[in-house]
């Protein structure tokens, strides 16, 4: 079965930094980008980016470029997204989501989440 | 920054058609995508390149494409297909992706 795993829910004080994970099984992880989508309680979905782990090549939406970082570890078939200091404004849901480039060029495959709680 | 317009929400009653629409400027250059979110679910995609259908979603969603807009269409709508839904696309360039603001579709 093809699937994305993340990591639980973290909650964290502002000022502090974050890294949450995303583990691909059941495909081949390093022929399939891997982008991150975060959601708000009760507003939309903002696509941040994504990144291909064969060679960590990383395209950030510019609303994103310069606030958290994306790497990805393709020994281990994870990605991650990460932050160096946490801001209230970062708490939301994020997912990771596998692009499938050809044919389909979407999000085909989704994680269950990974919920980002900030306060002080 | 490119922004997709999608109307916040639409009704309709069970049985009946239900069309979601998405402006964008760029949509006559670059392909329309739909995602479902049902409440605490991650979503799922339901219509890719403007009018295909991932393989396990029901035939009575599709997708249509007309200049600057593209139109998801739900046929003989069941209770079960209520949740918000979300067009996706690129900017002129296609270096930039971006979701609509979502609609959420409410069967009465």
């Known amino acids: 079965e093809v699937q994305l795993v993340q990591s639980g829910a973290e909650v964290k004080k502002p000022g502090e930094s974050l890294k949450i994970s995303c583990k691909g099984s059941g495909y081949s992880f390093t022929t399939y980008w891997i982008g991150w989508v975060r959601q708000v309680p009760g507003k939309g979905l903002e696509w941040m980016g994504i990144i291909y782990p064969s060679d960590s090549d990383t395209r950030y939406s510019p609303t994103f470029q310069g606030q958290v970082t994306m790497s990805a570890d393709k020994s281990i078939s994870t990605a991650y997204l990460q932050w160096s200091s946490l801001k209230a404004s970062d708490s939301a849901m994020y997912y990771c989501?596998?692009?499938?480039?050809?044919?389909?060029?979407?999000?085909?495959?989704w994680g269950q989440g990974t919920m980002v709680s900030v306060s002080s | 920054s490119y922004d997709l317009t999608q109307p916040p929400s639409v009704s309709v009653s069970p049985g009946q058609t239900a069309r979601i629409t998405c402006s964008g400027d760029?949509?006559?250059?670059?392909?329309g995508y739909w995602y479902q979110q049902k409440p605490g679910q991650a979503p799922v995609l339901v219509i890719y390149k403007d009018t295909e259908r991932p393989s396990g979603i029901p035939e009575r969603f599709s997708g249509s494409s007309s200049g600057t807009t593209v139109t998801l269409t739900i046929s003989g709508v069941q209770a079960e297909d209520e949740a918000d839904y979300y067009c996706?696309?690129?900017?002129?360039?296609?270096?930039?992706?971006?979701f609509g603001g979502g609609t959420k579709l409410t069967v009465l």
């Open positions: 760029a949509l006559p250059k670059q392909y």
């Open positions: 989501a596998r692009f499938d480039w050809d044919p389909v060029r979407a999000f085909d495959i």
């Open positions: 996706q696309s690129a900017d002129n360039t296609g270096a930039y992706r971006v």
